[in-house]
């Protein structure tokens, strides 16, 4: 963490301006300032006189809802072909209800599904796969009279709305389909002899996951659904469930429009018909809901930019946002594994080894933090956390297991018994991002640190001296790895490490003086080293990492956590043996063994390895490739892969670890054009950033919090450094091509070298042109 605490001086602060969570200070370059040394101005070009005027200014080009419907416009999704399977077709959602559209299995309709992230069973004593894993709600078909022979749909990302029309031997049907404030609505005419049918259909309240296996041993199924009639003609399905609560799904036509809405509660076995009626009645038609929700998407968009030169990767990139958007709200539950977009599956709950994580790693640098249901999760259900760790640690500790519901109850097991024990700290890592890339102490007060400092405490119960001198933990599980090493598995040694940094560095900025600061101290001190052989990291002691696996859990401390990296000149062979023989081992790799490989050679400035890899994920060959409408499957729908993708391009575009702002990092040779707007960083900066013909031509950093700034700015020459009223900023040089500059709270500031560029924000021409997204 770079932030010191806030009664230090400014010129304190500027001091340590790099003290960074598992990074290593930049060495300085002959000639420049020390880091004891006070801020100077550099040489600098072209100064412009203050005149009361603004002497510079970006000119943005996508400033109007024309400009920005036009570019959204090529990344859309488009199909010709009717989709046949969920990874196929056009899906829609609002962070809670959500829906899938393509052909009924076997029939000649279409199928919109209707599924709902809060919908979950309330059994615990049958774990997260039955007993409180997400259940199915239904699903709508459109009926048409005569076989369908074509469609022509678009799904328009500016306006997150379905249209186009379908072909019948009959004539055509021509829908419009959104989803917002919880209601799916559709608008649909008919022409010719078509017309317009529809139909709901209630699916059983059973888990997905029923695919793999039978219902565990005393599991009841849920009653029968009942229907209901209101006075106004709207219609719903009442499912009641054994476990308490219930699920009401409502739905009504009003000329052209149908309308729907799905209502959950638990314990109360009322509430959830209530919500479902409210729901809709606050929607008199599809363009009164439409008018509300295109104001909320377009503003959405505007809050960030970025275009690169590939159209397929560029428009991936895009898609990902809109589909995160539409999985996930802070106020609303936390992903599971499908998103809002259940199908079958055997992992119909959240997970949170990997999968939680990886989800929401994208709504940083893009700006989107009104999206951050984990953080959300994690500061509503701090109770729950507690009862999962077994009673005898309840009093100082917390812990989640491998996978839970919405309210993230799953019990963890006792280091010893070689179960998954470091979960939970991996998921705070994702918060304590959210607060980094904000500032909002309330964050870090309120959730990090509270629930950090009981998620580290379960450790160190654990934790034992051995003759080495070292402390040692006892078995844990490597997350889903094939063997379980006898000690120190370096996933959770990774995340103690980090847990213990990361506790001091919170009680110093909120002045806390925990009476567990020695404590943590003293497991910096005296932990183990991490288990390492002639191939790099191990799994854990006596645990080598001897066959091919798609987790990366051995090798976290480089990535995400950055604690190793390559700032670090004496880790730089360790992490690039340990990351090649982690890929060796083929037969196991998965969607993000690729996207996560990408990350950790973008992190080492690999361009060009780094898009390697992430192609692997896009490449239909691979056993496991993304799909027609950028979702993606293993043995169900698993989202955090696609999300995980779009963080690899922000790790190739800008970094933000250690302290220092990285712009333009590991920019693949092949796109020499980028453009980067409104980019947020950790320390709660937005960066804009052109690239062209493969040089850096200006940089832009806006403060919003006051925090230091160190940037590695990737220019040569000389800088003119220039802060938003036309002064020379004041700025140390620290080496290595970065520099630190005094940018106060709400100012901003122009880096560039020579004479000054066009300072000019705008889609770059594609090089590389490919097929739209979907079955176009």
């Excluded at 006189?49 to 920005?68: E, H, N, Q």
């Excluded at 678009?154 to 019948?168: C, D, F, I, K, P």
């Excluded at 709950?349 to 999206?371: D, K, M, P, R, T």
């Excluded at 799994?539 to 091919?548: D, N």
Aim: charged letters at 20%; hydrophobic letters at 35%.
């Amino acid at each position: 963490m770079t932030s010191q605490p806030e009664q230090r001086s400014k010129v304190a602060r500027r001091a340590v301006l790099g003290t960074a969570l598992g990074g290593a200070a930049a060495a300085a370059l002959p000639g420049a300032a020390h880091a004891d040394e006070p801020l100077r101005t550099v040489p600098s070009v072209a100064d412009s006189p203050v005149t009361g005027r603004r002497p510079w200014r970006l000119r943005d080009t996508l400033t109007t809802d024309g400009a920005w419907a036009r570019f959204l416009r090529g990344q859309d999704l488009l199909w010709t072909r009717l989709p046949t399977r969920w990874y196929e077709g056009p899906f829609l959602g609002d962070g809670l209800l959500g829906s899938m559209v393509y052909q009924e299995p076997g029939a000649n309709r279409i199928r919109f599904t209707v599924q709902h992230g809060r919908v979950q069973d309330h059994r615990p004593e049958f774990g997260s796969g039955w007993g409180t894993c997400r259940l199915p709600v239904g699903h709508l078909t459109l009926d048409p009279v005569g076989t369908i022979t074509a469609v022509d749909w678009r799904l328009s990302l500016w306006n997150a709305e379905l249209t186009g029309t379908v072909t019948t031997t009959a004539g055509t049907l021509h829908l419009s389909a959104l989803i917002h404030d919880e209601v799916l609505a559709v608008r649909t005419t008919a022409d010719g002899d078509e017309r317009v049918v529809w139909t709901f259909h209630p699916e059983d309240a059973i888990s997905p996951r029923k695919i793999s296996e039978a219902p565990p041993a005393g599991y009841s199924a849920n009653p029968p659904w009942t229907t209901r009639t209101t006075t106004d003609g709207t219609e719903q399905v009442l499912q009641p469930l054994t476990g308490g609560g219930r699920t009401a799904t409502a739905h009504r036509r009003v000329g052209d429009d149908l309308l729907l809405s799905v209502g959950h509660s638990f314990p109360s076995d009322t509430a959830a018909e209530t919500d479902s009626l409210r729901n809709l009645r606050g929607v008199t038609s599809y363009g009164g809901l439409r008018r509300r929700h295109i104001r909320w998407w377009h503003a959405f968009y505007r809050k960030s930019f970025v275009s690169f030169p590939d159209q397929r990767l560029q428009s991936f990139h895009w898609i990902q946002l809109y589909k995160v958007a539409s999985a996930s709200r802070a106020d609303g539950p936390v992903m599971a594994t499908s998103g809002p977009w259940l199908e079958p599956t055997p992992w119909p709950a959240v997970w949170w080894n990997l999968n939680v994580q990886l989800e929401y790693w994208l709504i940083h640098g893009s700006n989107h933090l009104e999206l951050d249901a984990l953080a959300t999760t994690l500061r509503q259900n701090q109770e729950q956390l507690i009862a999962n760790v077994p009673a005898a640690y309840r009093v100082d500790s917390s812990g989640v297991g491998r996978s839970s519901d919405r309210f993230a109850n799953r019990e963890v097991g006792r280091p010893g018994t070689g179960t998954e024990v470091g979960n939970l700290t991996w998921a705070l890592h994702n918060v304590w991002l959210s607060y980094r890339h904000s500032m909002d102490k309330s964050l870090l007060r309120d959730t990090v640190f509270p629930v950090l400092r009981r998620a580290v405490n379960y450790y160190l119960h654990f934790l034992t001296p051995g003759s080495d001198g070292k402390l040692h933990l006892p078995s844990t599980l490597s997350p889903e790895y094939p063997v379980v090493p006898p000690q120190d598995t370096t996933y959770d040694l990774s995340l103690i490490r980090w847990g213990c940094r990361t506790l001091i560095e919170s009680a110093e900025l909120l002045g806390i003086d925990d009476e567990l600061i020695p404590r943590w101290q003293e497991v910096l001190a005296k932990l183990t080293p991490y288990p390492v052989d002639d191939n790099g990291y191990m799994i854990g002691a006596e645990t080598p990492y001897a066959q091919s696996h798609r987790h990366y859990s051995h090798l976290l401390m480089v990535y995400p956590l950055y604690l190793v990296n390559w700032d670090q000149p004496e880790s730089r062979d360790l992490i690039a043996k340990s990351i090649a023989h982690w890929h060796a081992l083929t037969g196991a790799h998965r969607g993000y063994s690729y996207t996560g490989a990408a990350s950790m050679y973008a992190m080492t400035g690999d361009g060009d390895t780094a898009i390697t890899y992430l192609r692997k994920f896009f490449d239909p060959t691979t056993r496991f490739p993304c799909q027609a409408n950028t979702h993606y499957t293993e043995a169900g729908p698993v989202i955090e892969t696609p999300l995980s993708a779009s963080q690899s391009l922000h790790d190739m575009f800008c970094q933000s670890w250690g302290g220092v702002i990285r712009v333009f990092p590991a920019v693949p040779t092949e796109w020499a054009d980028v453009t980067l707007h409104d980019f947020r960083t950790q320390g709660a900066f937005l960066v804009s950033a052109v690239r062209k013909a493969g040089t850096t031509r200006f940089i832009r950093v806006r403060s919003l919090e006051g925090e230091p700034l160190k940037l590695r700015h990737g220019l040569t020459g000389t800088l003119t450094v220039l802060l938003d009223d036309g002064h020379p900023a004041r700025t140390q040089d620290l080496g290595d091509g970065t520099l630190a500059i005094d940018l106060p709270k709400g100012r901003e500031v122009l880096v560039h070298s020579g004479s000054r560029p066009d300072l000019v924000i705008a889609p770059v021409a594609v090089s590389e042109p490919g097929p739209a997204w979907g079955l176009p």
